[in-house]
């Protein structure tokens, strides 16, 4: 009876390909697929979205050719309550500009994107934030922005249907425009457990083929 070996490298192709392809799909979120309020667009493929009102005053910081909205227009854009946006009684939202859209997801999975901020505001802190369903989660205020690109991780413990945003608003004041910059958004699937199994088992058989093979 002949005996056939199979090379452990193609052992493990073969388990990879026997993953759920399911489990390892992307959900690429279209930047174009977005409603907009305020002062926000489409550009290279990513949102950015501005506190800034006219191109006289902030031509640099203008995404769109559409002033900056007022703060209640945005909320009732992401269903927020009234001053929702608000810091606090002090640091009040004034101005600005939101991007919304309806995600669908299951549990476990993993929302993806970049986000950057730069101001011209010296003197208050203005404020940019994520909404997601009727919690709004702030990822950095004017005068604390971290300098360049930062990556926001969020993993669904449930699944449904729910409301994201993104947006930046003005704070106490309306000048000094602000501006917030949105790309590479995913929603990932996880793998899923027995995914995992199937994976440490390939893993296992591939050291001990490799262990058993004559010198």
């Known amino acids: 009876m002949k005996h056939f070996k199979i090379a452990p490298t193609l052992l493990a192709v073969l388990l990879l390909a026997a993953v759920p392809i399911a489990a390892r799909a992307d959900t690429t979120l279209d930047p174009s697929g977005w409603t907009t309020v305020g002062n926000a667009g489409l550009q290279l493929n990513q949102l950015r979205l501005s506190t800034a009102y ?3 005053d902030d031509a640099s910081f203008l995404p769109t050719d559409t002033p900056a909205a007022g703060v209640a227009d945005l909320e009732f854009a992401a269903g927020l309550a009234p001053y929702a946006l608000d ?3 002090t640091d009040y939202a004034t101005e600005g500009a939101i991007a919304t859209r309806l995600i669908t ?3 476990g999975q993993v929302l993806r994107f970049d986000w950057s901020l730069s101001s011209q505001d010296t003197m208050f802190s203005d404020h940019a934030f994520m909404v997601l369903g009727n919690q709004v989660i702030t990822l950095a205020t004017a005068g604390q922005a971290p300098t360049g690109p930062q990556g926001v991780v969020h993993q669904f413990a449930q699944g449904g ?4 945003g993104v947006g930046v608003v003005d704070v106490q004041d309306y000048a000094g425009a602000s501006t917030l910059t949105i790309s590479n958004l995913q929603i990932s699937a996880v793998p899923e457990p ?3 199994a199937l994976l440490l088992a390939g893993l296992g ?3 001990a083929a490799a262990r058993r093979r004559p010198a």
């Open 105 to 107: 997801v299951s549990a």
């Open 161 to 164: 249907s729910l409301l994201l």
């Open 87 to 89: 810091l606090s009684d």
């Open 194 to 196: 027995g995914t995992y």
């Open 205 to 207: 058989l591939v050291g």
């Open 54 to 56: 006219d191109l006289d």
